[in-house]
């Protein structure tokens, strides 16, 4: 086991190495002054000079990207050249909002797709599992801001039962509550679909083994050998997904937090492409690759927690 | 419909017994038609549609549905029906030069990979995962935010950000036939690699990567108008749909019907396209076949 | 043992579909089993055992079910019972044990988790109260050191000791009736007649009845009262088992018997019996094994026999027919294979 975790946080380490490397020189691979084409040509020759020293981009090119990995293992992640607060600080302030949206996203997908597909594969074929099977289709082909465009039109403007607009604020609960439920549902529907498919594909699988027959001679209930005996082993294959899961749902969330005018890295990034924010885009995007390679290891290892027999051959 | 006679010789049998099987199916039908629409919009859009696409009417502006503009009219008075099927080209002119560059970049990756295996292949692995780790949207607007969104920008940004997939199916496809009988024949028999790759892995890897290609056309679809939508991606006046989505929504509460029909065109779009990869992939795959009994 | 029976099949029939059609299952299968009896089932693989005990414990796969016929156990006519009634007698009254528990008891799950469960699923007791009536029924069937055994997965234990945890579940709730499907086919000759040996010792103990199906003659001989022989899905012959291995009357029986390995010979390949046992494809219009039978005779291919009471024993043969039988006369009809 301990080898294994080395060799996968060796990886790890690799990965997040190479594309700091790439984002640090991202700035030189287009032609021309990478300060004229941070702040386009109008900017001032002054302004221009303070933030070429600001970024450093007048050290070598080397140079540059050793600083700007060294920063951020340390955790600076650059200055903002407009407000010149630091990276780190501006992405913490937000980054609860948006990790509050995604896990709820992704609980809310578990929630909903994992009995969907229970009851798809328990009554294989029935009208009522191509309904199952239609809808899942058509949410998983949903673009996440269709989804969240539609949800807003019928809920939020057309019914005005759930407020649009902004993500609240932690001291009223409630209302942060309610403004969740929108673009978190938003983001879960495509993995709604998805993990009723994974869902039900692995249950039928299961549903036939041997030990589900014998669950059976037991005289366990039909819930408890569909939920407990036949879903433990299925939900296996399911939690591998979910790590690739909260990094896509971290991309949706962009458009998710832009459209229902959350604060959050979402809207964070966006602002920060408006305004050619180099530092403030590369920050976001070292920030999202660590979630989602460190999500993706969490994964790895609960899926060994969940099924004995690998976590045996781990520890030998 | 080039996924259908690509392999030539033999296969026009093969090929009416594949479109029989698909029409055979529900979602293959749907998906079929939406296709089939999408090329007819493609290829006579501008001169089916009732207005031209960037004919203003401001006395008529923001209106819903009636009897002369069917869908509605936008915040310039523009004919909504019109600029959607104007529209279609736009996506597909993106869209389909992304995938095929993103088939290019994945092969360039992935052929390498699967076929010197080692060093080679774990170097691009890990350059794959590192690329892997930024959602496509986020590594898109990166490169977008840097380089300016052109059209061939967004085009560009597009591929990179699709090879991933392209060059991870490649790499494996050529694993599975790097060490078939034929290859390790020519080997023996002194051909370089550059031919052995060309010439005898290529067109042996070629009918996964199809099916990709068609698989990551809704995707395309999808990202390409996500990116217009966030005002990165193509750009005003040009009525692509992420364009007509973003000035809908800026005008969403008093005028909600751009918002809806672009939403319900890109659901549509991406499940028609995506039930007739499916269904085309169940045919082509003998294993999937049984599967779905 | 004049009791009335516990278990008693009735012209039991079974069909499933598969490509489409109605394929055949086990054909008018009918014995009685009392209380404290052992019955077992031989027959070689396809014979429709397996079918059998999974019809009678209402466990069918989904592609098959009971055609006609009648199983009643205590009473109750189990074909016509409701999901209900049938989830309420097993593990309590009907327990099954199945072949090859490693794939049977759940991977994940903890020996004693499992064993815990099936208490509950009739009971509403303390987790902490079963799992000493775990440990209790473990250390019964020869397992030490239970405390431990509890909390470790089905891949962590050796096949027998599997096995007989198989039959610890089992016998946890103390059923009327056992069914032990293959029970020892997983395991090596030594420890086969332990497990039997443990079954039987139950019975006496506990006075559960028990169905044992083997493909092995060794293992029936060894501890059953009753044999039924099966073949292509009907019963060839039942009969006392000190009988049936002494004067088995059914040419088939006559075979089984000639094949059981000897302990001397071991080492040489098995002998097998000629020919195969014919598919659920095949229709069959006069006997099952008039194939591959040496004595066959035309009518043997052209009528179905009976199955008729010769002495204490029923067979299906037609040389034991009471009327077309040609058990005591030499001069009609010569075999068929010897003109």
């Known amino acids: 086991m301990m080898i294994y975790l080395g060799k996968r946080l060796g990886m790890i380490a690799a990965v997040l190495l190479i594309l700091m490397v790439f984002l640090g020189g991202l700035i030189h691979l287009v032609p021309g002054d990478p300060v004229k084409i941070i702040m386009g040509p109008l900017a001032s020759d002054s302004f221009a000079a303070s933030v070429r020293s600001e970024m450093g981009l007048d050290k070598p090119i080397a140079i540059q990207m050793l600083d700007f990995i060294f920063g951020a293992v340390h955790g600076d992640l650059g200055k903002d050249f407009v407000s010149h607060r630091p990276v780190t600080v501006m992405i913490g302030g937000v980054l609860p909002h948006t990790m509050i949206l995604a896990v709820t996203g992704l609980g809310l997908a578990i929630l909903i797709g994992l009995p969907l597909g229970v009851y798809s594969a328990v009554h294989a074929n029935s009208a009522i599992d191509k309904a199952i099977a239609s809808v899942s289709i058509t949410l998983i082909t949903l673009p996440p801001y269709v989804a969240g465009l539609l949800l807003l039109l019928t809920f939020a403007v057309t019914l005005a039962w759930l407020p649009a607009l902004g993500a609240g604020n932690f001291s009223a609960p409630l209302d942060y509550a309610a403004r969740l439920i929108l673009p978190s549902l938003a983001l879960a529907l495509g993995w709604i679909g998805y993990l009723a498919r994974l869902t039900r594909a692995s249950m039928l699988e299961i549903l036939g083994a041997n030990y589900v027959r014998t669950a059976r001679s037991f005289g366990l209930s039909d819930t408890r050998i569909h939920y407990l005996y036949a879903l433990r082993s299925a939900v296996i294959p399911v939690v591998a997904v979910l790590g690739v899961g909260l990094g896509h749902l971290l991309g949706g969330a962009i458009f998710i937090e832009v459209i229902f005018g959350r604060q959050g890295l979402g809207t964070l990034f966006y602002d920060a492409i408006a305004t050619r924010n180099f530092p403030v885009i590369r920050g976001v995007a070292v920030v999202v690759a660590t979630l989602f390679v460190v999500t993706n290891l969490l994964a790895d290892l609960s899926y060994r927690l969940l099924d004995p027999r690998i976590r045996v051959e781990a520890k030998t | 419909m080039s996924v259908f006679t690509i392999t030539g010789g033999k296969t026009r049998s093969a090929n009416a017994g594949t479109v029989r099987r698909l029409l055979r199916n529900s979602g293959g039908k749907f998906g079929l038609l939406v296709v089939l629409v999408l090329v007819v919009l493609f290829v006579f859009g501008p001169q089916l549609a009732p207005f031209g696409s960037a004919q203003q009417d401001i006395a008529s502006r923001l209106q819903g549905p009636s009897f002369k503009h069917l869908l509605g009219t936008d915040h310039l008075g523009r004919d909504l029906l019109s600029r959607l099927i104007v529209g279609v080209r736009i996506e597909l002119l993106v869209a389909i030069p992304s995938v095929l560059g993103a088939l290019v970049l994945g092969l360039l990756l992935g052929l390498p990979a699967g076929y010197f295996g080692g060093a080679v292949d774990a170097a691009i692995v890990v350059i794959l995962d590192a690329l892997h780790a930024l959602p496509t949207v986020v590594l898109a607007l990166t490169l977008l935010a840097l380089l300016g969104n052109s059209l061939g920008n967004v085009i560009f940004v597009m591929a990179i950000s699709l090879a991933p997939s392209f060059a991870r199916v490649a790499r494996a496809s050529v694993f599975s036939v790097r060490h078939s009988a034929y290859v390790e024949a020519e080997r023996f028999l002194g051909a370089s690699n550059g031919r052995i790759l060309l010439l005898h892995i290529l067109p042996n890897i070629i009918p996964p990567l199809l099916l990709l290609v068609a698989m990551s056309l809704p995707t395309a679809i999808a990202v390409e108008t996500g990116l217009s939508f966030l005002g990165l991606g193509v750009r005003p006046p040009t009525p692509s749909w992420g364009v007509i989505l973003a000035d809908g929504f800026a005008r969403v509460r008093t005028a909600p019907w751009a918002v809806l029909w672009t939403c319900l065109a890109l659901a549509i779009t991406t499940l028609g396209c995506t039930l007739l990869g499916e269904t085309l992939r169940d045919i082509l795959d003998p294993k999937r076949i049984g599967d779905q009994q | ?339």
């Open chain 3, 1 to 339: 043992m004049t009791t009335q029976p516990i278990l008693s099949v009735e012209a039991l029939t079974t069909n499933y579909r598969a490509d489409g059609m109605s394929l055949r299952g086990i054909k008018d299968i009918s014995f009685d089993l009392k209380r404290g009896e052992i019955l077992g089932i031989v027959g070689e693989s396809g014979s429709g055992k397996s079918t059998l005990s999974f019809a009678i414990s209402r466990l069918l796969p989904e592609n098959a079910q009971i055609e006609s016929g009648q199983i009643e156990f205590s009473g109750l006519d189990l074909t016509i019972a409701s999901p209900k009634e049938m989830r309420r007698l097993r593990g309590d009254k009907i327990a099954m044990v199945f072949q090859d528990p490693l794939s049977s008891l759940h991977p994940c799950l903890t020996i004693g988790r499992q064993m815990v469960d099936a208490l509950r699923a009739h009971n509403s007791g303390s987790r902490k109260e079963y799992q000493n009536l775990a440990a209790d029924m473990l250390a019964r069937v020869g397992i030490g050191n239970t405390g431990q055994r509890l909390r470790q997965y089905p891949h962590e234990l050796s096949g027998g000791m599997r096995q007989r945890v198989m039959i610890a579940i089992a016998l946890l709730l103390r059923p009327d009736l056992l069914i032990a499907d293959e029970p020892t086919s997983a395991l090596d000759v030594s420890l086969q007649g332990q497990i039997i040996g443990l079954l039987a010792g139950f019975r006496e103990k506990l006075g559960t009845s028990v169905l044992i199906i083997s493909h092995d003659l060794t293992v029936i001989s060894s501890a059953a009262d009753f044999v039924l022989v099966m073949y292509a899905g009907e019963s060839m012959e039942l009969a006392n088992a000190e009988e049936i291995f002494r004067h088995p009357l059914h040419p088939y029986t006559q075979s089984l018997i000639s094949v059981m390995p000897d302990r001397r010979l071991r080492g040489k390949p098995l002998p097998t019996i000629p020919g195969r046992v014919p598919s659920a494809h095949e229709t069959i219009v006069g006997c099952a094994f008039a194939g591959r039978c040496p004595q066959t005779r035309h009518v043997c291919s052209a009528e179905r026999p009976q199955f008729s009471a010769v002495g204490l024993s029923r067979v299906r043969c037609h040389i034991y027919d009471p009327q077309s039988g040609w058990l005591f006369d030499t001069e009609a009809e010569k075999p068929a294979a010897a003109r």
